[in-house]
């Protein structure tokens, strides 16, 4: 990152914040904003200038729920989504197999069963086949379903005896012994015990880059310090490793075991960059539609017998949320289904009849609620960190998971907004592309399905702007003493159609008035 002049302007062909045009030009101090406005008003025979003609000057745009780490484990690693059928996951699993050191265990990722011909997972003894001797484990796209070959299996101890997990469970065969498919809990057991490549320093910091390259300057980074599907080890460490060198800001939202764990996360970041923050804890209510494991009031119409995972433990959560807010941050907990949705609901009205900020308060996805809930959820002031880039991904087959109506009241943006519910965008990546122009388009056409529900403009670009600042608790975006954060990009997202803000292109990120 380059040293910043003490003064200077930055002139576009437009200034667009998400509360309108603010004219061509804004001037910067020390790497905080001093005024918008047009450039011949700001201009001065002692200031320096920074021209970028045919360029949009925007606010750096944030993404408020993403997995740094994850992504950046899945951006070197195997990567599954387009694999066609079965067939080919075994012929393309057998290839890496022979090319991977003999150490490690065999890792994938973004595997879509809903794209496979097949239209189901692999098993055991599918990926036996192939592989019988190197553990195997690939993580399903939505991250809360893998499938292990028997070594994986073996090396975390697990046979025909094995009970499900709490907050999980294995499928199993006709003889009732575990097929190799696992859901929430019993796939972090497997992932624990497997010898896997650590997440490269190097690496890291690069995709950091890439981040930034895309025009976002602020994360809401989602770590875990056990460990997760994605890596092995301690993920805030790695971020916390490579601190002093990020070229954006992130606030760190910890995925912690004990109260314990989550203040020593935090006392950890305190001593790092400026750039990183503690951000307060994550935590989980359900899974994820894809995988029938989002916790609902009624059962799956595709597998009655079904009704999801409720994860959420109050007498477990309860004391890691305290902890964050204690600590400044704020909670965050994951709820896709509208059964996990109520409980998080009602976990939050407990904390606010305590005396908690509701402002620091929020849910992740929020993908289904019942009307109940959506006033209930307005009235406490619970903001909802959505994704837009779910409706895309999950339409062609949501209507058949749920049945028509249900499908149809799920991710109900527009209605969301409309009762007064702040939403902010986040993309989820690695699950989802983190492009933010990408989200706000599917925000805005939802790829065609229920258009009723999408977004304005003006809302879409909210999303990444001016919404996620205040979720990430981040001063007003491109306002006067804010941080110097901005993006330059090659037109207005408010003027163009979803299908040319896809094709957006950025022509530099600036963090705190510096050049990343």
């Known amino acids: 990152?380059?040293?910043?002049?003490?003064?200077?302007?930055?002139?576009?062909?437009?200034?667009?914040?998400?509360?309108?045009?603010?004219?061509?030009?804004?001037?910067?101090?020390?790497?905080?904003?001093?005024?918008?406005?047009q450039a011949d008003r700001l201009r001065s025979a002692n200031i320096p200038e920074e021209?970028?003609?045919?360029?949009?000057?925007?606010?750096?745009?944030?993404?408020?729920?993403i997995h740094p780490v994850g992504y950046a484990s899945t951006r070197g690693g195997l990567l599954l989504d387009g694999v066609p059928d079965i067939s080919t996951l075994l012929s393309i699993l057998a290839d890496t197999d022979a090319r991977l050191d003999g150490g490690w265990a065999l890792v994938g990722s973004r595997l879509d069963d809903e794209r496979l011909s097949d239209r189901r997972l692999p098993t055991r003894n599918d990926l036996d086949t192939v592989i019988a001797?190197?553990?195997v484990l690939l993580a399903r796209i939505c991250g809360h379903i893998a499938v292990a070959n028997t070594a994986a299996l073996e090396a975390a101890g697990i046979g025909p005896d094995t009970s499900d997990p709490a907050a999980g469970s294995f499928d199993r065969d006709a003889d009732g012994n575990p097929n190799g498919v696992l859901r929430e809990a019993a796939m972090e057991l497997v992932a624990s015990a497997l010898k896997t490549p650590p997440v490269d320093a190097n690496v890291l910091l690069e995709t950091m880059r890439h981040l930034a390259r895309l025009g976002l300057t602020s994360l809401g980074g989602i770590v875990n310090v056990s460990g997760?599907?994605?890596?092995?080890?301690?993920?805030?460490?790695?971020?916390?490793?490579?601190a002093a060198d990020l070229p954006l800001r992130v606030r760190a939202l910890v995925i912690a075991p004990t109260p314990h764990d989550l203040e020593t996360a935090a006392h950890r970041i305190d001593k790092t960059s400026s750039l990183l923050r503690f951000g307060g804890a994550k935590e989980f209510a359900d899974g994820s539609l894809g995988g029938h494991t989002a916790a609902l009031q009624a059962p799956y119409a595709d597998h009655p017998e079904l009704v999801g995972t409720?994860?959420?433990?109050?007498?477990e959560t309860l004391p890691r949320v305290r902890t964050a807010l204690a600590l400044d941050g704020s909670a965050a907990i994951h709820a896709i289904g509208d059964r996990a949705a109520s409980h998080v609901l009602d976990l939050f009205e407990s904390l606010i009849a305590q005396g908690a900020d509701p402002s620091r308060l929020r849910m992740e996805h929020a993908s289904m609620l019942h009307e109940n809930d959506l006033r209930r959820m307005a009235d406490m002031g619970i903001g909802a960190c959505i994704q837009p880039a779910f409706v895309p991904s999950d339409g062609p087959w949501l209507e058949e998971r749920l049945g028509a109506r249900r499908a149809a009241s799920t991710y109900r943006f527009a209605t969301m907004a409309r009762n007064g519910i702040s939403l902010a965008g986040g993309s989820d990546a690695p699950v989802e592309s983190p492009d933010p122009f990408a989200g706000m388009a599917a925000a805005r056409d939802r790829a065609g399905f229920w258009p009723e529900e999408s977004l304005t403009a003006n809302e879409a670009f909210a999303l990444f702007t001016d919404a996620a600042a205040r979720l990430l608790d981040e001063p007003e975006p491109l306002a006067p003493g804010s941080p110097a954060d901005f993006v330059v990009v090659d037109r207005d997202p408010l003027t163009t159609s979803p299908a040319q803000l896809r094709e957006a292109s950025v022509l530099s990120t600036w963090v705190g008035g510096r050049k990343v």
């Open 228 to 242: 997760g599907v994605w890596t092995q080890g301690n993920e805030l460490e790695m971020l916390t490793d490579i």
């Open 1 to 37: 990152m380059g040293v910043p002049t003490l003064m200077r302007l930055f002139v576009a062909d437009l200034v667009r914040t998400a509360r309108g045009v603010s004219g061509n030009a804004i001037l910067v101090h020390n790497g905080k904003i001093v005024e918008l406005g």
């Open 310 to 315: 409720l994860l959420l433990d109050h007498s």
């Open 133 to 135: 001797e190197r553990p």
């Open 51 to 65: 021209h970028f003609s045919g360029g949009v000057l925007l606010p750096g745009l944030r993404d408020a729920h």
